[in-house]
């Protein structure tokens, strides 16, 4: 049976999506598990929603590239606050942008290990705990480039494609426990994103110019209307992009003068 408050783990909650998500289901009620490696980000968010909304949050540093820190992180959010329901498996990142043939192994495994990787362990620990709750929903952030794939984006759009493959498999082998799977996968979005990749706040700024990008609070409202649906419908996949970005890629999008 769904619970009233469910108990919603976030990775990736100290920015973007993560931080918009935690922001509008503590809105609903919902108490919160927050985690990221800007541990003193989520403290203060947690402390914030715990204050507004009067729900229970723990948050935690959590790098989703190492075993025992997802580990300690999953166990420790859980105890705090006596269960777990729904996972947001959102921390993510892409680096540079790099030929196939140029890009370094920094940049490779940072996308890898986390979005690919930090993923399955995500869920590999919340899984069990979710179980033993009876109810749960375990949320994928893919993206775009898990649809398609553009120049200097490869191994980014192929940790984004793993993603996918990860989401349409764990949706196989939940099939029958009352586990809803769903990825969210969106396009162009203004958070601390292109930041993260290009390392430089000006061609962050200017990706984004004359269009209007989805922002963090659009992605979270997906979050929560596919977790609002009656029990029997499963959102297995939402691609979300702005009204001015037709294509998955860059190639077609209004920019205003
Ligand atoms: N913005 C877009 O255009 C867009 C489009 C499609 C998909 N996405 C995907 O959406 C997800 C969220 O991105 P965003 O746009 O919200 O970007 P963002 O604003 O940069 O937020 C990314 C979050 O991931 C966390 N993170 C990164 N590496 C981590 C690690 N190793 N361990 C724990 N947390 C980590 C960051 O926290 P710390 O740095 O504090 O650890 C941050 O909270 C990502 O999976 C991204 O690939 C973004």
């Known amino acids: 049976m769904r619970p ?3 108990i919603v783990l ?3 909650a100290s920015a973007g999506f993560g931080e918009a998500t935690a922001r509008l289901l503590a809105a609903q009620g919902c108490h919160l598990i927050l985690g990221a490696r800007r541990v003193e980000r989520v403290q203060a968010l947690a402390e914030e929603l715990a204050r507004t909304y009067g729900i229970k949050t723990y948050a935690g540093k959590v790098d989703t590239r190492d075993t025992s820190s997802v580990n300690a992180f999953v166990a420790a959010g859980a105890a705090a606050l006596g269960g777990l329901h729904v996972v947001v498996a959102n921390a993510g990142l892409a680096s540079g942008l790099h030929k196939i ?3 370094p192994d920094e940049d490779m495994e940072a996308m890898m290990r ?5 993923v399955v362990k995500t869920i590999r620990a919340a899984l069990p705990l979710v179980r033993e709750s009876g109810w ?3 949320f994928f952030i893919g993206s775009t480039a898990g649809h398609a794939t553009y120049e200097g984006g490869g191994v980014y759009c192929a940790s984004k494609h793993g993603v996918k493959a990860l989401a349409q498999t764990l949706r196989l082998e939940l099939c029958g426990e009352p586990i809803r799977v769903t990825s969210i996968d969106p396009g162009m979005a203004e958070t601390e994103f292109a930041l993260v990749r290009l390392q430089d706040a000006e061609k962050a700024k200017n990706l984004y110019k004359g269009i209007e990008a989805l922002a963090g609070a659009d992605i979270a409202e997906c979050v929560r209307w596919s977790l609002a649906l009656p029990e029997h419908i499963n959102i297995d996949e939402l691609i979300v ?3 001015d970005q ?3 890629t860059m190639g077609k999008v209004n ?3």
């Open 101 to 103: 043939w140029e890009i």
């Open 136 to 138: 749960g929903h375990i």
């Open 246 to 248: 037709a294509s998955h």
């Open 4 to 6: 009233e408050h469910p």
């Open 10 to 12: 976030i990775t990736g």
């Open 241 to 243: 992009k702005c009204r």
């Open 255 to 257: 920019r205003k003068a």
């Open 114 to 118: 986390t979005n690919v990787e930090g």
